[in-house]
T-cell receptor, first 117, second 113 residues
Framework: NAGVTQTPKFQVLKTGQSMTLQCAQD?????MSWYRQDPGMGLRLIHY???????DQGEVPNGYNVSRSTTEDFPLRLLSAAPSQTSVYFC????????????????FGDGTRLSIL | AQSVTQLGSHVSVSEGALVLLRCNYSSSVPPYLFWYVQYPNQGLQLLLK??????LVKGINGFEAEFKKSETSFHLTKPSAHMSDAAEYFC???????????FGTGTRLQVTL
């Protein structure tokens, strides 16, 4: 069982470069999200998606774009990298709750460690 | 809006001692609460979750947490710490049917001999 797969695991960029962080899940989960983790700040939600073709902004969306063309994939794009985007990025997925009393936990990938010089 | 406060960014206990990691939340609707653990250079793993019903929730690796509505708390405990418990622990809250999680800032647990 692959679960949530993130690639690459490590990346170094120069300021102004662009790149795409990949996230794929094989659990047929409707809900997918991207977080960034910074020391002393926990995980902050960047963007999320409740299904193919639907995306929305989270707490810190500036500088990032997402798309959701398939259920399985949810790539995160940095169009012009900035040093402030140096962070560890986590992708997560879960089934979308349809019942008020349901509580589906999110499954996390192993992260992408991104450094921007 | 929902929020989570974890008291203590670092907690150190001796092996065999009680582990207590504190989490307080705010939510305008009945919350769904989670504890996740993160080992070095890894992603987050679910320890336990609270939905409704029994307020004492048992999770993996001997951890448990008690939901106290009157105190808006969901503290994580383990009776006897093990060296392998050294990790960072995150409390998270989700309100209503929305799938978005709000995380606390994390507590790094150190276990000493």
């Amino acid at each position: 069982n692959a679960g949530v797969t993130q690639t690459p695991k490590f990346q170094v960029l120069k300021t102004g470069q662009s790149m795409t962080l990949q996230c794929a899940q094989d659990m047929n989960h409707e809900y997918m999200s991207w977080y960034r983790q910074d020391p002393g700040m926990g995980l902050r939600l960047i963007h999320y998606s409740v299904g193919a073709g639907i995306t929305d902004q989270g707490e810190v969306p500036n500088g990032y774009n997402v798309s959701r063309s398939t259920t399985e994939d949810f790539p995160l794009r940095l169009l012009s990298a900035a040093p402030s985007q140096t962070s560890v990025y986590f992708c997560a997925s879960s089934p979308r709750d349809r019942l008020v009393k349901s509580n589906q936990p999110q499954h996390f990938g192993d992260g992408t460690r991104l450094s921007i010089l | 809006a929902q929020s989570v406060t974890q008291l203590g960014s670092h907690v150190s206990v001796s092996e065999g001692a009680l582990v207590l990691l504190r989490c307080n939340y705010s939510s305008s609707v009945p919350p769904y609460l989670f504890w996740y653990v993160q080992y070095p250079n890894q992603g987050l793993q679910l320890l336990l979750k609270y939905t409704t019903g029994a307020t004492l929730v048992k999770g993996i690796n001997g951890f448990e947490a008690e939901f106290k509505k009157s105190e808006t708390s969901f503290h994580l405990t383990k009776p006897s710490a093990h060296m392998s418990d050294a990790a960072e622990y995150f409390c998270a809250v989700r309100s209503g049917t929305a799938s978005k999680l709000t995380f606390g800032t994390g507590t790094r647990l150190q276990v000493t001999l």
